[in-house]
């Protein structure tokens, strides 16, 4: 007789039940197993001490946009570098425009500066429009307009 409860014992096989000779393995003595994709893309078992290391994922990149201008450079020009530099270079540069002006006489400068207007001028044409209108009106008639 079965020492299953009766509502089981249908399904028992009959005769003594098998013993198995191998010992019994706990969830904590072994690594988990995890499944590794292999060459052609399958999952793999595999034991988790056993497994690759994963790959590790890079930084984040830093995506807040650049000053426009450089930081140190604006500190030089807000201490007064970058004005002295500003000036020298406007005043070289007006100094070299006044030298060409200068060697030019006053004389010929106002002359040639006539004659520029002059040309200018004589180039342009000259149109001039006008227009007469003449309106009779009667007492017995409609207005009539002639051009």
């Known amino acids: 007789m079965s020492a299953l409860p009766e509502q089981y014992q249908r399904f028992a096989p009959p005769g003594p039940r098998p013993t198995y ?4 393995e706990l969830r904590d003595e072994h690594d988990p197993i995890v499944y590794i994709p292999d060459a052609y893309g399958q999952l793999v078992p595999m034991r988790k ?3 690759p ?3 590790p994922r890079p930084e984040p990149r830093d995506l807040t946009p650049q000053p426009l201008f450089d930081p140190l450079a604006q500190r030089m020009v807000g201490g007064g ?5 500003a000036g020298a270079g ?3 540069g007006f100094g070299q425009a006044a030298a060409g002006i200068a060697t030019i006489g006053g004389t010929t400068m106002v002359v040639a500066m006539l004659a520029l207007y002059l ?3 004589a180039g342009r044409p000259s149109v001039r429009v006008e227009q007469t209108v003449h309106q009779h ?3 017995f008639s409609t207005n009539r307009v002639e051009m």
């Open 137 to 139: 009106a009667s007492w």
């Open 81 to 85: 570098i970058g004005a002295g530099a």
């Open 90 to 92: 406007l005043g070289w």
């Open 49 to 51: 001490s056993q497994a």
């Open 119 to 121: 040309i200018a001028r």
């Open 21 to 24: 000779p191998a010992t019994v």
């Open 53 to 55: 290391q994963p790959m």
